[in-house]
């Protein structure tokens, strides 16, 4: 620890920056390509815990919260902010971007100490990086089909029946359903699908608890009373439950905020009798702004009308027009799931491209996700997804392997995949040209067509063959081939199946070159005399 | 051919043996035509409702069976209708209204049945067991099904709902929108060219008298030139060859030649009324019988080539 703050000023700042990015990319390098090697991370504190077996670079980077090197622990922190955001953003390719992050820093940084300017370096390194991003785009091609999908999970598992079981989810599912990954009973993986639009909200009281097996409460043609409403008086409750009666439903669900124990009891003698089945749930969501949209949601996929405590509504005031009804409603202690609704599919549908838009139009995860659940609902299935590994730690790799790979490969859904990761990117280095004939052009030039051929040198020897050969072997290949380390030879890369998600590589470039553009232009570190841990990005 | 009734007895659904045995379910039951001649209720027994309908019919490739649907249940009846099977659908119960049966099913078992409330119901297992696949079905009242001909490799199969069709390329596991022209015109009917494997070439009669196309597995859909409906619901389509097309309007049939040709033309048209069902009979390679089923309960033989 510094006894008081510290500045250091170039070069001596660059060389300890580049000695932290160094460790961090040297600690993340053998994680790429399908023959990826562990990452052993003992625990943070705590006796008789068990050390974390990793190959993911995300979760890897996260665990390493501070260098014991304090000069060189800035650099490292640098990649590991922007690998975890890569990590949380599109799920994969952080290796490969801090492959290609720690290669354009060494070269970069050669070049403005034989005399580039970093400045103009930076505005070079930039524009080649969007070059690369549309040259990439270019070689997408879509990703259609259970065996195509099953390959590019097998080659973000390696494990070929998760990859099976992926592929068969994803294919089912497609980019924007729901998928849950939970923990399993029974070692390995399995998958099941639930019908409907499934929300976690809890039944209201220990009453509804059904003691069949399945603990599960199923209803059929039932009316649905959609609110956020406190329900306190029986009255109120009664003519919804008359209301359900009128228009044809055999049974009632009720979305509420909350139940008094006088119309919990009305419900369960109409429910012991037969006279109407029911069962009432929370207000899906924790959220105030979740619940809302969780509402909306229910009423267009039901066709009734939410009554919503902000706009003055009661349920003294229900009508029909406000109940929603679906063709069959179940709930557990967990789960309540909603199946076949009465809405108008023009309406449904219409929602549906409205939340697809927003998805498209937002860059912010927490926002996407939320969609995505929300789309994945509407779309009218669950699929969930259990991992049990031996032990609980392999349970949670399996668990976080299983989240990565569906994220991963929902984006390649949604925008192709390339015929091999390393041999697209090594085919960009056709596109990287400079705009001017300048040194400094010249220089990122050289510095990307490097960087590019990095992880295809990395995969190769992770695999165990001779980089250097193969790289040059595969300058004289046309497009699309490259080197298939499983079976060790040259070949067509779309042919052989080896494809990956060109989203991941575009957001791994983007990553490494507007990071590394930046890390260029650092002048001087101030180290202070008693830095925080890094937590978050 | 007409049954005799005294109420309005509306024939839901026509069809037919390679080996020119007719099947028709109507609203008082199923009835059964050999050889075309003559027409004998056939009881389908055990059913989970009193309602006697049968709403949609499907022959088995090979011609050996046929599955039969109504209110809640899919029952199979050999070729000379002796029932084999009724297979109880899921609760709650569903209303039969489309019946497609794979060409692969000695292989895969794969039967579907399009339901009027409840979207699409799937077998795997030769009919017995069923399990609603909806995933991406945004309008779950099917009207018509329809497989791509090569279904055993290729996995396509189209559903015809209020708001368009949708199809699916995982046997009818998940569904996707397809871009649908006419979003306020239901889809009535539904046709796979049988000699289109490469592409999936797939006709789509609306209420409002729109015959479509779509060449590429329903992703886009044009409307077909050349064919004049007046504006008359094609309630039933049929298929012959890469060629050939029966259109059935709510007033007359239209037998449609040169449908791959840029402008097709309406060879031969039949006045009918309330044309409900259709299905075709070859019996020799020159010849083109149509079986027409109605609203108002009429079975009529119509001698097309």
């Given at each position: 620890m510094f006894r008081r703050p510290h500045v250091l000023f170039q070069p001596a700042a660059q060389r300890h920056f580049l000695r932290g990015v160094r460790r961090m990319a040297n600690v993340l390098r053998?994680?790429?390509?399908?023959f990826p090697r562990g990452v052993l991370v003992a625990p943070?504190?705590?006796?008789?815990r068990e050390p974390e077996w990793l190959d993911s670079g995300g979760l890897i980077a996260r665990r390493?919260?501070?260098?014991?090197?304090e000069c060189a622990d800035p650099g490292a922190m640098f990649v590991r902010h922007m690998v975890w955001r890569l990590h949380e953003e599109v799920g994969d390719g952080t290796a490969t971007a801090a492959v290609m992050f720690h290669e354009l820093l060494e070269q970069g940084m050669r070049s403005i100490a034989a005399g580039s300017d970093p400045m103009r370096l930076r505005r070079h390194l930039d524009a080649l990086t969007e070059a690369i991003c549309t040259a990439l785009a270019a070689q997408a091609i879509p990703l259609e089909g259970r065996p195509q999908i099953t390959r590019v999970a097998e080659s973000l598992c390696v494990d070929t029946y998760i990859a099976a079981t992926l592929g068969e989810v994803l294919d089912i599912m497609g980019a924007g359903g729901c998928i849950e990954v939970r923990s399993g009973l029974r070692p390995g993986i399995e998958r099941e699908y639930v019908e409907g639009a499934v929300y976690e909200s809890?039944?209201?009281?220990?009453?509804?608890?059904?003691?069949?097996?399945?603990r599960q409460i199923e209803l059929e043609q039932a009316a649905v009373v959609i609110s956020d409403l406190e329900v306190a008086n029986s009255h109120d409750l009664l003519r919804a439950m008359e209301l359900a009666l009128a228009a044809g439903a055999r049974a009632l669900v009720l979305i509420v905020d909350h139940l008094s124990d006088e119309a919990l009891a009305l419900l369960e003698v109409n429910r012991r009798t037969g006279a109407l089945p029911s069962f009432a749930v929370r207000?899906?969501?924790?959220?105030r702004e979740e619940q809302i949209a969780a509402l909306e949601d229910v009423a267009v996929l039901t066709g009734g009308i939410p009554l919503r405590r902000e706009a003055g509504?009661?349920?003294?005031?229900?009508?029909?027009?406000h109940l929603g009804q679906v063709r069959r409603a179940w709930a557990n202690n967990t789960h309540v799931g909603l199946a076949r609704?009465?809405?108008?599919p023009r309406t449904v549908r219409s929602r549906f491209e409205t939340l697809r838009q927003a998805f498209e139009s937002t860059d912010n995860p927490p926002t996407r996700r939320d969609l995505q659940q929300r789309i994945g609902r509407l779309n009218g299935g669950n699929a969930v997804v259990r991992v049990c590994g031996a032990t609980a730690a392999e349970t949670s790799a399996h668990i976080a392997l299983v989240q990565r790979a569906v994220s991963v490969l929902r984006g390649a859904l949604r925008s192709g995949v390339v015929p091999g990761g390393g041999a697209a990117l090594l085919a960009?280095?056709?596109?990287?040209?400079?705009?001017?004939?300048d040194r400094d052009g010249e220089a990122a030039c050289a510095m990307w067509r490097r960087a590019l051929a990095a992880p295809a040198r990395v995969i190769v020897a992770n695999a165990g063959y001779d980089a250097g050969a193969i790289i040059r072997m595969l300058?004289?290949?046309?497009?699309g081939h490259g080197f298939d380390v499983r079976s060790g030879r040259l070949t067509d890369m779309r042919c052989a199946g080896i494809l990956d998600p060109v989203a991941t590589l575009i957001a791994a470039v983007r990553a490494a070159g507007g990071s590394a553009a930046l890390a260029l232009t650092i002048e001087a570190q101030v180290y202070r005399r008693s830095p925080p841990a890094s937590v978050e990005p | 051919m007409n049954i005799a009734s005294d109420?309005?007895?509306?024939?839901y659904a026509l069809a037919a043996t390679p080996n020119g045995t007719l099947f028709a379910g109507r609203r008082s039951g199923l009835f059964i035509a050999a050889n075309g001649t003559g027409w004998t209720s056939l009881p389908v027994e055990a059913?989970?409702?009193?309602a006697s309908s049968i709403t949609a019919l499907a022959v088995m490739p090979q011609g050996d069976a046929v599955f039969v649907g109504g209110y809640g249940y899919v029952a199979r009846l050999t070729a000379?209708?002796?029932?084999?099977r009724v297979s109880v659908l899921p609760r709650p119960l569903p209303l039969v209204t489309a019946l497609v049966v794979s060409p692969d099913y000695a292989r895969d078992g794969v039967v579907l049945a399009g339901t009027a409330e409840d979207g699409v119901f799937r077998s795997i297992d030769h009919g017995e067991h069923w399990a609603p696949w909806n995933?991406?079905?945004?309008?779950?009242?099917?009207i018509d099904l329809a497989l791509s001909p090569a279904f055993a490799v290729d996995d396509t199969v189209f559903a015809a709902t209020e708001t368009g069709v949708f199809s699916s390329v995982n046997g009818g596991r998940s569904w996707r929108m397809s871009a649908?022209?006419?979003?306020?015109?239901?889809?009535?009917c539904l046709a796979a060219s049988p000699?289109?494997?490469?592409?999936?070439t797939v006709y789509a009669g609306t209420e409002g008298g729109a015959l479509l196309v779509s060449r590429d597995k329903g992703r886009s859909w044009c409307e077909m030139p050349g064919?004049?409906?007046?504006?008359?619901?094609?309630?039933a389509l049929v298929c012959i060859d890469a060629t050939t097309l029966i259109a059935g309007l709510a007033d007359r049939l239209l037998l449609i030649?040169?449908?791959?040709?840029?402008c097709p033309r309406v060879v031969q048209e039949t006045a009918c009324q309330s044309i409900t069902a259709l299905t075709c009979l070859?019996?020799?390679?020159?010849t083109l019988v149509a079986i027409v089923g109605s609203a108002d309960g009429q079975i009529t033989r119509l001698r097309l080539r």
């Open positions: 053998p994680t790429l390509g399908p943070e504190r705590g006796i008789g390493m919260v501070r260098l014991a090197d809890a039944i209201l009281s220990p009453r509804f608890e059904v003691e069949s097996t399945p207000v899906p969501g924790l959220r509504a009661m349920l003294s005031a229900i009508t029909l027009a609704g009465n809405g108008d960009c280095r056709q596109a990287v040209h400079a705009a001017s004939a300058d004289s290949l046309p497009a | 109420e309005p007895d509306p024939v059913t989970p409702s009193a000379s209708g002796a029932l084999q995933i991406g079905l945004l309008d779950h009242r099917i649908f022209p006419r979003d306020d015109d239901p889809a009535l000699c289109s494997a490469q592409d999936v064919v004049a409906t007046d504006g008359q619901p094609i309630n030649e040169g449908i791959l040709d840029p070859v019996p020799a390679p020159d």
